[in-house]
């Protein structure tokens, strides 16, 4: 496993010629940065601070390394850092602090947050316009305790668009929001998103799309993934100006251990010619499931217990058979994956699907064939020899 080098960065900093740093890097006052990690591998560095969350960066050092930071902070010490900063709980062993004054410039910022969207409510229309197109979304009461969405509009070519969602009556959502979003920089007009949270422990949030490809009569609605938690993000991934829908593959929810224990490697859809398509295994994706992989791996460096975790092994495993670095993986996960633990597949003694199966004819798989299985299913392939072994 590639691992970032903390001591090597401080260590070719301090070697490295004195160059003017750049302003905004270069703190006084007593500020420091608080530098988590390093790489030379551009990707690495970015998923390493997708893992840190908003604000935080990568910056190039006159050592040609590239350091993960957060701050400023007013701070001489990692114990006041963390007084300061309360999203910080765990740190790798090697973090430091530095006033920058060695650090060259930014080159990736994480979002300080989703795409901004905004709430529609009962009775009460949330008008939106983008370039030539405006909507007007609203929830509907249906009944005591149902609703449904109603959506409509225009572009200024004449075309009009009317739906409705949840027809038959749906609980009321505890959130429900909209924005045009450009899913398809090739349509003229950009494509309205609106969804709805069903509320609840870590469920659902359900997501449709109002498009118009250039080549379409019309408007037509399309409805996508029912997610568990807050839905898609949304992110142009390959810098061609649509912006890709970004998930997690729900199915490792509870797969290997309890939900808050889960983790799962991302999944990529891409909206083309008025249709979602996942487009996870794409070449153009390859950075960002990189980006993915390092963002776990730098959280495992910061809590270490994760490598005795199934759960993430599970995610972790399957991030690194889709990149091509199975073989490696799956010995770790034969070494480190708990097999007695009480999550993980079953299988029906009587042949029927797991759903329809009494609790009685429920049987435990051994945790590596479960696994192995439960990959192939999910198209995470081709598997390692080792893992393949298991099923045949």
């Not at 572009?155 to 899913?183: C, M, N, R, W, Y």
Request: net charge negative.
């Amino acid at each position: 496993m590639r691992t970032l080098s903390l001591g090597l960065l401080t260590g070719c900093l301090l070697l490295s010629g004195f160059a003017a740093a750049a302003e905004d890097l270069k703190l006084t006052g007593g500020k420091r940065w608080l530098i988590v990690a390093s790489t030379k591998d551009l990707d690495i560095a970015i998923g390493s601070a997708r893992s840190l969350g908003a604000g935080s960066q990568v910056v190039t050092s006159q050592s040609g390394y590239y350091a993960i930071i957060r701050g400023p902070y007013a701070a001489r010490t990692l114990a006041q850092v963390k007084k300061l900063d309360q999203s910080i709980y765990d740190l790798p062993k090697d973090a430091t602090l530095t006033n920058g004054a060695r650090f060259l410039k930014s080159v990736w910022t994480a979002p300080l947050g989703a795409t901004v969207m905004t709430t529609y409510e009962i009775g009460k229309p949330l008008r939106l316009s983008a370039g030539d197109v405006s909507a007007e979304v609203t929830l509907v009461k249906i009944g005591d305790d149902y609703f449904s969405t109603e959506v409509s509009g225009h572009d200024t070519s004449g075309h009009s668009f009317s739906f409705t969602v949840g027809k038959e009556g749906d609980f009321a959502p505890s959130q429900a929001e909209a924005a045009f979003i450009t899913l398809d920089a090739t349509s003229k007009v950009p494509q309205l998103v609106f969804t709805r949270y069903s509320g609840g422990a870590h469920c659902c949030t359900q997501t449709w799309i109002v498009s118009k490809p250039d080549d379409a009569a019309g408007w037509s609605l399309i409805e996508a993934a029912n997610l568990d938690g807050s839905g898609y993000e949304f992110e142009d991934v390959d810098g061609d100006g649509s912006k890709e829908l970004i998930s997690v593959d729900n199915r490792f929810l509870y797969a290997f251990d309890s939900y808050a224990a889960s983790m799962a490697p991302i999944k990529i859809a891409k909206l083309r010619y008025g249709k979602i398509d996942d487009v996870t295994d794409e070449p153009a994706m390859a950075s960002r499931l990189k980006q993915d992989l390092a963002s776990m791996e730098y959280s495992a460096k910061a809590t270490t217990t994760l490598w005795k975790a199934n759960g993430y092994l599970a995610a972790w495993a399957a991030n690194k058979i889709r990149l091509g670095q199975g073989d490696d993986a799956w010995q770790t996960v034969t070494e480190n994956m708990d097999k007695n633990s009480s999550f993980g597949p079953q299988e029906c003694v009587t042949g029927q699907a797991i759903e329809d199966c009494p609790a009685d004819n429920l049987k435990s798989v051994p945790i590596l064939k479960g696994l192995a299985s439960f990959l192939e299913d999910g198209g995470y392939g081709p598997l390692p020899d080792a893992a393949a072994a298991l099923l045949r």
